[in-house]
């Protein structure tokens, strides 16, 4: 397979152009992550735990008095300072207005550092389980949260950030994948037509939701992304954070049957609208939202596919089965999108 070209249109990809030729983290060695805290004034003790992340390079550090930090080194090229920096004034506002949200740490008035060519960031160690997102308690909670997050979010505005759409997740990954090969070519023409139906409905879609309001939002808002301590549950990991409607925060929260469903959406809301109004209407953004996904979601792997850790970690990229299992879902994708909005009511 070839590595796609950068999608100028895709803040996301821009790396594409300046590493492809090698491994964005071959200078990161264990030696030289350890020096860059270090170089904070914090004192590691040599002992490090790599976390599951592949878009940046996430590690928890050990100090010297046994506590624990983690430090996130920045894909190289993927966004600029001033984009990263607005992500760390976001999370430090949420901090501010005492919501649970991880904000990086500052040394010398400075939360975004450098180290031998490597940008990074220091957060503190904040532990916690996966959210029991069947318990409508917990539901509740996690909704009245990001009701809180979202008037913050709609308080001020990104200049650097992304906004979410069809043109952002939908088009540019649709335009990576056909310049490469990385679709099988008996397999092309079924892709490409199910592809422009797909994106044709998303496109529908936020039409039908016209100017719904546009605010600043995590992002990425999953389950993965919010841990559970028996204090609460709090946020994690504003990497992804752009300008969008606030369904996007929500929807990756629901999942399971129709009736499941409109369960979950009526608890959620419910702790949502004790702080903050939600417009019903961006409901029928969801299924939109969750097909730009699954496109992007093979986008980045295209883009990414010059970094040795994702043919490790994703070899079935390529094979034909791969892409027969993304046409159906695609397919499936269509026929939702043509179905009423979930209800909560």
């Known amino acids: 397979m070839s590595s796609a070209p950068a999608d100028p249109t895709d803040p996301a990809a821009t790396d594409a152009a300046t590493d492809a030729a090698e491994a964005p983290y071959r200078?990161?060695?264990p030696e030289r992550l350890l020096d860059a805290v270090d170089s904070t004034g914090l004192r590691t003790d040599g002992r490090l735990l790599a976390l599951n992340s592949y878009e940046n390079r996430v590690y928890q550090v050990w100090l010297e008095d046994d506590s624990a930090v983690v430090a996130k080194f920045y894909r190289p090229g993927r966004w600029t300072d001033a984009s990263i920096l607005e992500e760390h004034q976001f999370a430090a506002e949420l901090a501010a207005r005492e919501l649970p949200v991880v904000a990086p740490l500052a040394f010398?008035?400075?939360t975004l550092l450098e180290h031998r060519g490597y940008r990074f960031a220091i957060s503190p160690r904040r532990g916690?389980?996966?959210p029991e997102l069947g318990d409508p308690a917990v539901l509740r909670w996690i909704g009245r949260?990001?009701?809180r997050i979202h008037l913050a979010g709609a308080a001020g505005r990104f200049a650097h950030r992304t906004t979410i759409g069809v043109a952002l997740l939908g088009e540019a990954s649709r335009r990576t994948l056909l310049a490469g090969d990385w679709i099988p070519a008996e397999l092309l023409p079924a892709w490409r037509g199910i592809a422009d139906q797909a994106i044709e409905a998303a496109q529908a879609a936020f039409a039908r939701v016209a100017d719904p309001a546009l605010l600043r939002l995590h992002g990425d808002c999953h389950a993965g992304n919010i841990l559970w301590t028996d204090a609460g549950p709090h946020f994690v990991d504003l990497d992804d954070a752009c300008t969008g409607p606030a369904v996007q925060d929500l929807w990756m929260l629901i999942t399971g049957d129709p009736d499941t469903i409109g369960a979950q959406w009526r608890e959620l809301l419910a702790g949502y609208?004790?702080?903050r109004p939600f417009d019903r209407r961006e409901l029928g953004l969801v299924e939109a939202l969750r097909t730009l996904r699954l496109l992007h979601y093979s986008a980045w792997l295209a883009r990414r596919w010059?970094?040795?850790?994702f043919p490790a970690a994703f070899p079935w990229f390529g094979e034909a089965r791969y892409w027969q299992d993304r046409i159906l879902e695609l397919r499936e994708q269509v026929a939702a999108m043509a179905e009423p909005a979930p209800s909560p009511d």
Not at 306 to 309: G, K, L, N, R, S
């Open 145 to 147: 949260l990001l009701g």
């Open 128 to 130: 916690g389980r996966a």
């Open 27 to 29: 200078d990161l060695t």
């Open 273 to 275: 609208e004790t702080f």
């Open 108 to 110: 010398g008035g400075r």
């Open 306 to 309: 010059h970094d040795p850790a």
